[in-house]
């Protein structure tokens, strides 16, 4: 006989959602953070961001939290390395020792005669950085302009006395000043960030990004063994008609790099530009050979967050994984993604959602969400949303500027930062939780609309707590993210689902309030 296990409904608005906390104080833009966290003190965290200066152009901002992200330090600014320069693209990460590095884009953002990406280390914490180390020149790649979007990846793993550093780029979007192909680079320090070596182009033959893709980010992690990985997109008919995420991976700082394919085919990434499409690889720190790749998909929808993971290193990958959990085909548009690893090898997933927006398309107001996997587990747990109010679309979203949030998981504990105009200018917020709480909260049984099943356990029907009189809106929704039950005018006390098999999501829509729970029947 099957049997039913019921994890019953809970309002998860009431439950995980404090008013979130402002970290920018700028009056005017502030856009695209970063955030990292201490190893040595969980709750010492640095956030840095992209901001408006007065009397200069974008400069890089920080900020520093010692009490676990509740309040944070005024911000300070980085100077620019030769009058009319830009900054943007900011990264952080910490050391095995408890030391700060950020890195970011310093350049003439206008005729692109001159810039750099370079390092700046923290010994304090962040509450000075130390002379900026150039990483990449413009002059490293001559007609390429190689140093856009620098992701900054830190060993932690403390095989060396000095952490290695890994910065990965691309071209500009400048196609009229590049000469393709188009490349991903990668360049290392060894020496805890005082130098760094000649930047090397990431693709080789077989695995070339080729020419149709002008700027094929790659996105990098480092494991707990400190062996290094980045995914990058290819697209070249010679080497397969379908387009590729290519798996770059290093054990000796980069001198050498094994190539192998993440995933061959049409179902990774979205066609519309003004989404941030960006994918994100983590690598968990505990199990070594255990990545997780983040990334959108239209197969299914306008936009929906996917995961898929390895266990051996990227030479086999499991099935794509819908992580969003609103109705597939919904026409909600989700982007801005990012995620992470604990210690133990539980991931989070965070990106900005519009389910609760009343048409399709980008230009609707938004919400931040997130979902967590504990290791182990074969699905990610329900979703729930971590802004504290939804954001209105401002134009300021369509353009360069919002293109990623930051996400941290340190025990049992998230720190989330992201960019929304919910003041009428684009700010800094974050949203710091429990998420084994939150896991857990999920099987609170709500006074209002409890789930029982009798006689329990039981194969067919499952019992509400109430008989609904007035008709409400009932979804159930499998594990794929498709809807496999939908009445508009539900009215009773049970629903028949002796037709199911296996873990699906149930929604309650009533009197304006969704409420989500999900059930096993086995």
């Known amino acids: 006989m099957k049997t039913l296990v019921l994890c019953c409904f809970c309002i998860l608005s009431s439950i995980v959602i404090g008013q979130n906390v402002l970290v920018s104080s700028g009056n005017y833009f502030e856009g695209e953070p970063s955030i990292a966290i201490n190893p040595t003190n969980p709750q010492h965290l640095v956030a840095a961001w992209m901001g408006f200066q007065f009397g200069q152009k974008i400069v890089i901002k920080s900020a520093y939290s010692t009490n676990g992200g509740s309040t944070w330090s005024t911000p300070i600014f980085q100077a620019h390395l030769a009058p009319g320069n830009s900054s943007a693209d900011v990264s952080l990460g910490f050391d095995h020792l408890g030391n700060a590095f950020m890195c970011y884009i310093d350049y003439d953002n206008v005729g ?3 810039g750099q990406v370079v390092v700046r280390k ?70 805890g960030g005082q130098s760094f070596m000649n930047p090397r182009v990431m693709d080789t033959v077989n695995y070339l990004a080729g020419t149709s893709i002008t700027q094929p980010m790659p996105t990098p992690a480092i494991d707990g063994t400190g062996k290094f990985y980045a995914v990058y997109p290819s697209y070249v008919v010679s080497q397969s008609v379908y387009p590729r995420q290519v798996l770059a991976s290093s054990t000796n700082h980069g001198t050498t790099i094994t190539h192998e394919i993440a995933y061959q085919g049409l179902n990774v990434g979205v066609t519309n530009s003004l989404f941030k499409r960006a994918g994100k690889l983590m690598a968990d720190p505990a199990h070594p050979g255990h990545l997780a790749y983040c990334f959108l998909s239209e197969q299914n929808d306008q936009s929906d967050v996917y995961l898929m993971e390895s266990t051996d290193g990227g030479s086999t990958w499991g099935t794509m994984q819908k992580v969003n959990q609103d109705p597939t085909g919904n026409n909600r548009v989700q982007d801005l993604l990012w995620g992470d690893f604990n210690e133990s090898g539980d991931l989070v997933i965070t990106w900005r959602d519009r389910r609760n927006a009343p048409n399709d398309g980008y230009e609707q ?11 182990g587990s074969l699905t990610v747990g329900p979703d729930y949303p971590i802004s504290s109010q939804a954001a209105a679309h ?111 999501f149930i929604e309650v829509y009533d009197q304006g309030k969704t409420i989500r729970g999900h059930f096993t029947r086995n």
Not at 421 to 428: A, C, D, F, N, P
Not at 472 to 490: P, Y
């Open 122 to 191: 923290s010994t304090d914490g962040g509450i000075s950085w130390g002379n900026a180390v150039e990483v990449i020149n413009i002059t490293d790649c001559p007609n390429k302009l190689c140093i856009d979007r620098p992701w900054m990846v830190v060993d932690q793993s403390g095989n060396a006395p000095l952490a290695p550093i890994y910065v990965t780029t691309m071209n500009a979007d400048q196609p009229a000043l590049i000469t393709p192909p188009y490349n991903p680079y990668v360049s290392v320090s060894i020496d």
């Open 394 to 504: 401002d134009t300021i979203l369509e353009g360069s500027g919002n293109d990623f949030m930051s996400v941290v998981y340190a025990g049992d504990t998230c720190y989330a930062v992201w960019g929304d105009v919910r003041s009428g200018t684009l700010k800094i917020y974050l949203n710091k939780w429990n998420a084994l709480t939150q896991q857990n909260s999920i099987s609170i049984i709500s006074e209002e609309y409890g789930l029982l099943t009798y006689p329990n356990p039981t194969s067919n029907l499952l019992f509400f707590k109430h008989h609904f009189s007035n008709p409400i809106e009932l979804r159930i929704i499998n594990a794929q993210g498709a809807e496999v039950f939908h009445e508009l005018n539900f009215t009773g006390n049970f629903i028949d689902v002796s037709r199911y098999a296996g873990t699906f």
């Open 365 to 375: 107001a938004s919400e931040i969400y997130a979902a967590t996997k504990p290791f």
């Open 112 to 114: 692109f005669t001159q």
